[in-house]
């Protein structure tokens, strides 16, 4: 049975935001696992102009209640489609203050997957910021690739190094940067990362520049997961 859900992890964090960012996607979810989110605040998104430039711009969401699927017997309504307007974002944040509207600065990550051993350097505007990543790795004869006690940092020319995400062992997926660049107009690297370890979701996680605390390069201001089966 395949479904795709968002499961909220409400979580402080010390950036001023009352509870965690929601990340959202244009598409249909299993009711339930939206329980957590507030269907009344505020909603930006991230979009692409037909010149390929990233803008942020705020947004109306729609929660309508539906049949899934997947899942509903006839007449039943577990599911929740949302829909945005004006247009089709690639994502959906709460808390819309903390992004800056209009256009916005990304960079093209080269390698969005770091294996353990190698290194993946991102200079952006004025900042250079050096990802690596430790872990064993193994070939089986099957010819695939076995990564586990990984760990994942990230590190400035300010000497400052940060734990990303760690995992004892992953199956059938990998952490991997989705997008980097600029969503709140500081001129410091953001990121929206999947730091899941398996194939069957996706934990989709966005890090800010961090401005309450200098010895942090990244606060986490939320957490989403999508199940695929």
């Not at 479904?3 to 244009?26: D, E, R, Y």
């Not at 800056?100 to 290194?119: A, M, Q, Y």
């Not at 690297?189 to 996706?202: A, E, G, Q, T, V």
Request: charged share 20%; aromatic share 12%.
């Amino acid at each position: 049975m395949k479904k795709t859900a968002a499961i909220l992890i409400t979580t402080l964090v010390s950036t001023g935001v009352v509870g965690q960012v929601s990340i959202l996607f244009p598409e249909l979810y299993f009711g339930p696992d939206l329980q957590d989110v507030d269907h009344t605040q505020g909603w930006t998104g991230l979009f692409t102009d037909p010149q390929n430039q990233y803008y942020i711009q705020d947004i109306e969401v729609a929660f309508e209640k539906v049949a899934h699927p997947m899942i509903d017997e006839e007449g039943e309504y577990s599911g929740i489609r949302i829909s945005t307007r004006p247009g089709i974002p690639h994502y959906i944040f709460s808390h819309p203050e903390l992004f800056h509207p209009g256009k916005v600065k990304n960079c093209v990550i080269r390698e969005s997957v770091i294996l353990p051993g190698d290194t993946l350097v991102i200079r952006f505007l004025e900042h250079e910021y050096k990802f690596t990543a430790k872990g064993t790795m193994q070939t089986l004869s099957s010819g695939e690739l076995l990564v586990s006690d990984y760990a994942l940092y990230i590190s400035t020319g300010k000497c400052r190094k940060q734990l990303i995400g760690e995992s004892e062992f992953f199956d059938g997926n990998m952490f991997e940067i989705l997008w980097a660049g600029d969503l709140n107009n500081d001129c410091e690297l953001d990121l929206i990362m999947d730091l899941s370890h398996k194939y069957s979701f996706r934990e989709i996680v966005l890090f800010l520049s961090s401005v309450e605390n200098p010895s942090a390069i990244f606060e986490e201001v939320g957490r989403s997961r999508m199940y695929f089966d």
